[in-house]
Structure formats: C-alpha cells, structure tokens
C-alpha cells in the first residue's frame, strides 16, 4: 500500500464545544471544513494516520518520533476535563521511519522526552476523526514533532514518511496540523503585523493549488513577523507527496478572532517527475550559492574558507596573502554569522579584539561560528555551499546615557550589569527597536528585564 491522502488543518482549542462553550459558532466555516476533512480521511479508511503537531516534543535539530504503544490526552487546560482522547500508536511504522531516517543520515527518532501525554495539536484532528468513525476505533498513529532544521529537511522528513508507507501491508494518511498567521487583527490576542495577513492568503493560494515547491520560498524572517504556527508541518506534508501529482481542494479560510484557520484535502495521483520538488529546490540553492560565492568579498571569502576547512578536515588555516591591507593591520572584533535557508546557523563573535589581526579574528570566530555555538549542531559538509555567511567588523564601542542615543538600523548595543555582559548587532530581521535589542541582548547576558543596565552603542561594517 502507500500514501492515499492527506489534510491540512488548524487546531484551535475552542473548536470543540465543550471548550470553545458557543464561541466555535463563531468559526462556523471552520467546524464545518474540519468536519468534511475528517469524513474525507475516514473515507480513505487508513490504517495509519501520520500526525505532525507543532506542540508535540520539538528539537532544534531533531524530529521526535513519539515512542510507546499509547498515548492519551484532554482539554483539562482548556477547562474541558471530561473531553478526552486515547490512541494507539503504531510502533512498527514509528520504528521503521526511524530506521529509514537514520540511514538517510536525517535527525529523527523517538530519543528524547517520552511524553504520553497527547497535545492539543493531535487532539483536535483525531477529536473530528473519532465524530466521524460514528464509534468505530480510530486508526493507529504516529505522532511526529517539529525542528529548528531548515525547510528541507522538514521535507526530506515527508519523503522517508512516503517511502516507509510504501511498506506492503500498510495505507497511510497524513495530518498537516497547524494554525496560520497568529497576528491578523490589531485587537486579535497576538495583536497585528502586516506579514499576517501576507502570510495567509499566500499560505491558502499555495496549499489550494497543491504547488509544494513554493513553500520553500517563505522567508524564515517573513514567517516569524507572521507569527505561523503550521508551516513546517505543512513542508513534511508537502515531502510525503514528492513526484506525484495532486489533486489539492480548498475547503476553508477564516480568521475572525485574529488567528488564521485553514482547512484542505490532498489526493495522490499519478508519478510526476516535474513535482520533484527537493530536488528542484537543491539545484536553485546550487547555483544561487556559485553565484553568492563568486561575488564574496574578502572578508566573506576568508570566514568561508576558514570554516570549509574546519568542517572538512578540523584544518586551521593560516592567514592567506593578498588580502586587503587592512586585514592584517588593524585589530578589531568580529561576528561571524552563519545562516541556511534564511534560518541562522551559527553566529560567534568578539566584542574587542582577541587575535593580532581583523583576519586572525575572522579565522577564529569561523570556526567557531560552524562548530562551537551551543545552540546548534556543527555544520555538516553537505551544508556548506549553501550557507551563507556575514562578517561583521565592529567599531569602538561609546557609553550612552539615555535610549534615545541608540537606533536599531545603525548601532548595534552592549549591556552591563557587574560581569554580565551581552551584545546585539545592529540592522537585524525582526529586531526594529532600541527597546528590542535591548531586551534581547539582557537574555543573551542573563540579565533579569527589569534590572538596571549600563548601555553602550557601536556601528559595523557589514561583509556579504
């Protein structure tokens, strides 16, 4: 058997009357949708139903397969106790996808917390499955959470879900679970931002035509001002249906409370080659990376060299000649920025100089930067032509006295307070205020928000 369908879906809480207690008249075009998606996955009379929740466990780098033969769940914290709902998992798809993922070298597997406990996330689908099974069992499921990883591999996770349904005596249907824009409405519970509504009406005409490539060309800045919840939930969706075609219906769009609710059904057709859509998306990367890298300055161009050569061989490089003067003469601190698919990848960098030279400091912080940043993994070979990278050289830091000296498009910001100390670069994605790059620079430092801090501001010289 295989892959026979699948369902894109939001999962707000209230959806279900005994917590929404009326306001779920309010999203009548939703419950409606919901309703007609659960018969269409009913219809299909799956065996196993693949669940992808952004609320199950989630990794920075790695997808987590939920473990164990069960798992149950209630709306408890929606104040709806008495609503519950029980599963049975099916282990051995859970453990041949995890087998299939090792060897394709992808992070996924059921290590990590082994948490029976069902999110809202999985709840709400399987809550209108089990209405329309009208008392007949629920199929098993995989559970399966979310990454910090770029897009691709969110992808490549669908691919493995695709070839593990492939498998003779199973017919596997998927569940795409996830809300949209969360920032639609100036009066809405997570207020306003003009990539809200962007977001979801480019979110539905992309998931309404079935056209999955494009999904690869939603900024990770863009997503995070919009606030979505389900986008990389619908990616591993969009990979489970890799060279075939599809047959995608709209059923719903709504966003009355601020919160955008998108309902769609996908039908596998026949094999497609065109639809190959990782494979399209690695060879665009190819040659955007032939082209980002033959226009590389110096100061690019060496961090790229000192962290390839990290990564391929643990090789420190020396300092090359022909470099600008300036390189070898003056001392400075340097970030070194390191980013995937629009997501960062490492980012280390010095306040004040530590090596004899700006191009010592960039060989130290680029290896750094690949290998040695805490919140993510080391950059593997197979990412190095498409990660892009910055240098940021730093300028004298001055005191200031008041917040109204700074400004987040041309300073970047240093907080003190005793020995903690944090940073923030300037003209960074989402950061768009002297407040912001504050607040964020006393978490960078473990500094309490409310605590008093001495401010100092300097400008960069930014290399791409």
């Known amino acids: 058997m295989s892959l026979i369908g699948a369902i894109m879906v939001p999962h707000p809480p209230l959806i279900v009357p005994d917590v929404g207690r009326?306001?779920?008249?309010?999203?009548?075009?939703?419950?409606?949708?919901?309703k007609k998606a659960a018969d269409f996955i009913v219809s299909l009379e799956p065996e196993t139903v693949?669940?992808?929740s952004p609320h199950s466990a989630m990794y920075s780098d790695y997808f987590h397969i939920s473990p164990?033969?069960?798992?149950?769940?209630?709306?408890?914290?929606?104040?709806?106790?008495?609503?519950?709902?029980?599963a049975e998992y099916d282990k051995a798809f859970a453990e041949a996808l995890g087998s299939r993922a090792g060897l394709a070298g992808l992070p996924a597997g059921?290590?990590?917390?082994?948490?029976?406990?069902?999110?809202?996330?999985?709840?709400?689908?399987?809550?209108?499955?089990?209405?329309?099974?009208?008392?007949r069992k629920l199929p098993k499921i995989v559970r399966i959470g979310l990454s910090g990883l770029p897009l691709t591999e969110h992808y490549r996770l669908g691919m493995l879900i695709k070839e593990t349904a492939e498998l003779p005596d199973r017919s596997v249907a998927v569940i795409a679970s996830g809300d949209l824009s969360h920032k639609l409405t100036h009066d809405g519970p997570y207020g306003f931002s003009p990539e809200g509504p962007l977001y979801d009406e480019r979110i539905m005409d992309v998931m309404g035509r079935g056209a999955f490539g494009e999904l690869f060309g939603f900024p990770e800045s863009f997503c995070e001002k919009a606030a979505e919840c389900g986008h990389r939930s619908f990616v591993v969706m969009a990979g489970c249906f890799d060279g075939v075609?599809?047959?995608?219906?709209?059923l719903s769009h709504e966003g009355p409370f601020g919160v955008g609710y998108g309902?769609?059904?996908?039908?596998?057709?026949?094999?497609d080659e065109s639809r190959r859509f990782l494979d399209i998306r690695r060879e665009a990367l190819r040659r955007e990376a032939a082209a980002r890298i033959a226009s590389e300055d110096p100061y690019v161009a060496l961090a790229r060299a000192s962290f390839t050569a990290w990564?391929?061989?643990?090789?420190?490089?020396?300092v090359p000649e022909g470099l600008p003067p300036e390189m070898y003469k003056r001392r400075a601190g340097v970030f070194v920025s390191l980013h995937l698919d629009g997501a960062l990848r490492g980012?280390?960098?010095?306040?004040?100089?530590a090596a004899d030279c700006i191009a010592e400091e960039i060989i130290e912080n680029a290896i750094a930067a690949c290998s040695r940043d805490n919140r993510f993994t080391p950059v593997r070979q197979e990412e190095l032509n498409q990660i892009e990278c910055s240098v940021d050289v730093l300028g004298e830091a001055e005191p200031v006295s008041s917040i109204d000296e700074l400004d987040a498009a041309r300073y970047g910001v240093i907080v003190t307070s005793g020995r903690r100390r944090g940073l923030l670069l300037p003209a960074l994605d989402g950061v768009d205020t002297p407040q912001q790059q504050i607040s964020i620079a006393k978490r960078k430092a473990g500094i309490p928000e409310g605590e008093t801090v001495a401010l100092q501001r300097f400008e960069v010289v930014r290399h791409h």
């Open 22 to 34: 009326g306001q779920e008249k309010g999203i009548s075009s939703t419950v409606d949708a919901f």
């Open 50 to 52: 693949i669940v992808i």
């Open 68 to 86: 164990g033969s069960s798992a149950s769940g209630n709306f408890g914290q929606f104040r709806a106790r008495n609503v519950g709902i029980k």
């Open 110 to 135: 059921s290590l990590g917390e082994r948490d029976r406990n069902l999110d809202h996330g999985t709840m709400i689908p399987l809550y209108f499955i089990r209405e329309a099974l009208a008392g």
């Open 245 to 250: 075609s599809v047959h995608a219906q709209r």
């Open 263 to 271: 309902v769609c059904t996908f039908l596998p057709g026949a094999a």
């Open 311 to 318: 990564t391929e061989n643990r090789e420190r490089i020396p």
């Open 347 to 353: 980012c280390i960098g010095t306040i004040s100089p």
